[in-house]
Structures are given as structure tokens and as C-alpha cells.
């Protein structure tokens, strides 16, 4: 084998290792993203957020596993702290009148359904965006910073809101074609 036939190969199989991480974590913040909505129905206030806090925990170790980074719990926890807020004036509602609102007959039981399962489904899957991005570009969870990247989380959980709406209200997601994905006809 010729070096550049060596090099052609390598290109290939690390071309095949990329699309392969990006399937896995696609993968990933989608499934944490449909635990999280469904964990918004939990009827109890409060409990849906810490039930959402450890979903959205869980999907960034494992989001680390994939692109192999280290994972440490205090970085992370800091690091959702400081994205969620920025989220929470755009909602409209705090938490807190989110969980007052929940317990007002007929508009909270509507509200219970799907404001907060959207609410939740949105930020665990711009999360995930985020620290996904994060991750394939080198970083690890010691030097992300979650100030640098609040744009980028505000615009994920817009499109997170879409999708987990859709959701919520029964209709199927929407997935932006991978890069470069071809398209087969039967």
C-alpha cells in the first residue's frame, strides 16, 4: 500500500469515526431530551425540575463517554445553573410561578402538560447541543464556559421548544439531515 492509499484510508476511517460520534450523541441528547419532557409531567412541583437536573446530568456523562472527556459533576452542575437561567426570562414565567400556576384547576392541569414537559424537553436538548459542540471541538468539562456560550444555548433551546412542542403535542420531531448524508430511493 502506496502512502498516499495509507492516508486516503485513514481519512476514510476518521471521516467514519466523526459521523459515527455525531450519530451516537444525536442519539443521546434526543433520548434525554424525550426523558426530560415525559419527567416534566411529574405532578408534583419542584420535583419535575429535579427530575429533569438528573436526567440532563446523566445525558452530559454520557455525552462525555462518547467523545471520551472526562466528567466531573461540580463543573457540569455549575455550568446548567448558568445556561437555564439565561432561558428562564424567555419563558416568560420562573419556576416557581410555574409551579403556583400548576396548581390553579383546569389552566394548571393544561399548563402542567405542556408547558413544562416542552420547558424541560427544550433546555435538556440545548444542553446537550451545546456541550456536544463543545466536546467535538476539543473541550472538556473543566474549560467549557457556560457565559462564552449562552447565545448558542439560547438558540438551541428556540429550537428545542419547536421540537419538544411537537412532541408534547403528539406530532413527530423534525431532525436536520446529517452533513453530507445521502439519500436512498426504494
Not at 440532563?56 to 455525552?63: C, E, P, S
Not at 462525555?64 to 472526562?70: A, L
Not at 467549557?144 to 447565545?151: G, H, I, L, N, P
Request: glycine share 8%; charged share 25%; with cysteine.
Amino acid at each position: 500500500m502506496t502512502e498516499a492509499e495509507t492516508i486516503e484510508e485513514t481519512e476514510e476511517l476518521t471521516a467514519a469515526k466523526v459521523d459515527e460520534v455525531r450519530a451516537l450523541s444525536r442519539d443521546c441528547i434526543h433520548r434525554h431530551s424525550v426523558y426530560a419532557a415525559v419527567g416534566g409531567l411529574v405532578p408534583i412541583p419542584f420535583l419535575e425540575m429535579a427530575t429533569s437536573s438528573t436526567i440532563q446530568l446523566r445525558m452530559i456523562a454520557k455525552l462525555c463517554d462518547i467523545y471520551g472527556v472526562p466528567f466531573s459533576e461540580n463543573a457540569i452542575k455549575n455550568s446548567i445553573s448558568t445556561l437555564v437561567a439565561t432561558v428562564l426570562p424567555m419563558t416568560g414565567v420562573g419556576l416557581a410561578t410555574a409551579a403556583l400556576i400548576r396548581k390553579v384547576p383546569v389552566v394548571g392541569t393544561i399548563f402542567g402538560v405542556v408547558a413544562m414537559p416542552t420547558f424541560a424537553g427544550a433546555c435538556t436538548y440545548a444542553l446537550g447541543r451545546v456541550f456536544a459542540w463543545h466536546f467535538a471541538k476539543g473541550g472538556t468539562t473543566n474549560d467549557f464556559d457556560a457565559d462564552e456560550m449562552k447565545e448558542r444555548f439560547k438558540d438551541e433551546f428556540e429550537d428545542g421548544k419547536r421540537k419538544a412542542s411537537e412532541f408534547v403535542k403528539g406530532g413527530k420531531t423534525t431532525t436536520k439531515p446529517a452533513a453530507g448524508a445521502a439519500t436512498a430511493k426504494a
